[in-house]
Nanobody, 127 residues
Framework: QVQLVESGGGFVQTGDSLRLSCVAS????????MAWFRQAPEKERELITA??????????ADSVKGRFTISRDNADNTVTTYLQMNSLKPEDTAVYYC??????????????????WGKGTLVTVSS
């Protein structure tokens, strides 16, 4: 069964850091692009960062550039994708979703490139 499982969300103060993790349960994801989206209350889901299968190409939304870092570890049977979030702001409060698709560029272009979604993990940043 294909699964993306996020962890690491929580309640933090402005300026704090958090690291989110996403574990993909099958070897298939080793050759797929990975991404993190987020959805704040009453807002649309937005792409914040993506990484290609080998980890050599990344994309960041302007809102997180310089503060967030995406990385991945392609092990034999699982793929773990990380989102290091530094200098967190109240506007970063959202549910964060891990996502994956077979190609990097379609994901960066929009959600149509995503084949699988995680269930999300909540990040709350208090002022």
């Amino acid at each position: 069964q294909v699964q993306l499982v996020e962890s690491g969300g929580g309640f933090v103060q402005t300026g704090d850091s958090l690291r989110l993790s996403c574990v993909a349960s099958t070897r298939t994801f080793g050759s797929w692009a990975m991404a993190w989206f987020r959805q704040a209350p009453e807002k649309e889901r937005e792409l914040i960062t993506a990484i290609n299968w080998s980890g050599t190409v990344t994309y960041y939304a302007d809102s997180v550039k310089g503060r967030f870092t995406i990385s991945r570890d392609n092990a034999d049977n699982t793929v773990t994708t990380y989102l290091q979030m530094n200098s967190l702001k109240p506007e970063d409060t959202a549910v964060y979703y891990c996502a994956s698709g077979p190609q990097y560029s379609p994901i960066v272009a929009g959600t149509r490139g995503v084949n699988y979604w995680g269930k999300g993990t909540l990040v709350t940043v208090s002022s």
